[in-house]
């Protein structure tokens, strides 16, 4: 998780702590409010947090992407760059 969704998680888990104090003072509409922003507080950091987490991983599998996809020397034998003109051990052209 990143920080500000855990941020906003501990804000909604304040919230709904909170929320017990118009319970006992017999206000039960105010809980109710205090318990509805805390759900949507809580519903907004999963949001966060599932959608850097999908963004994280596209980033890696884009890493991966490139760093598979290498060029063999046919002289040589070594792995070369795929967007290389000249082999990065001998200099012959690919």
């Not at 118009?22 to 922003?37: K, Q, R």
């Amino acid at each position: 998780m990143n920080l500000p969704s855990i941020m906003l998680f501990m804000f909604a888990f304040m919230i709904f702590f909170f929320s017990l104090v118009p319970i006992f003072l017999g206000s039960w509409i105010g809980a109710a409010i205090m318990g509805g922003i805390g759900l949507s507080l809580v519903l907004a950091s999963y949001g966060m947090w599932r959608s850097n987490k999908k963004q994280a991983q596209r980033v890696q599998e884009k890493a991966e992407e490139k760093a598979s996809i290498k060029i063999k020397c046919r002289y040589c034998g070594s792995l070369n760059e795929q967007d290389s003109l000249r082999c990065i051990s001998c200099g012959a052209t690919l």
